[in-house]
């Protein structure tokens, strides 16, 4: 049978793509929410790192005065006084990057689940018609 023979409103079934089920939908949404959980995560943890590795303040002879909090001891100097170096402010940031991770990988797990269950067949399920 030809194309024109089949008439403009009959789809060619070799060329027709199944429509996507609403469990695909939603397993692709998570998915996505997934990888921004990710993102924020790795980003969290990333400015975690810096504050406790990176050296600041004034420079004397081209190297910061102050040392970051696991580099080096703490300064008594006023000048190396930063409000995020200080521990209650880094356990802030750390619980941050924590509970981003937990979401992250939770999200990832019921992406991965819906993926799987999204293709799966039923027992007892009538097939469509």
């Keep these: 049978m030809t194309a024109d023979a089949q008439g403009p409103d009959t789809p060619d079934t070799a060329t027709a ?25 790795m980003a969290v943890w990333g400015w975690f790192l810096f504050l406790m590795l990176a050296d600041y303040g004034p420079e004397y002879g081209g190297r910061p005065e102050c040392r970051g909090p696991l580099v080096g001891p703490l300064s008594e100097d006023r000048s190396c006084r930063d409000a995020l170096r200080e521990w209650p402010a880094l356990l802030g940031i750390l619980a941050l990057a924590v509970i981003a991770t937990v979401v992250a990988a939770a999200t990832t797990v019921y992406a991965k689940v819906l993926t799987r269950l999204s293709g799966r067949e039923w027992p007892g399920a009538r097939p469509q018609e």
């Design 17 to 41: 793509v199944p429509a996507r089920s609403e469990e695909q939908r939603q397993a692709g949404r998570v998915e996505g929410w997934s990888i921004a959980w990710m993102l924020l995560a």
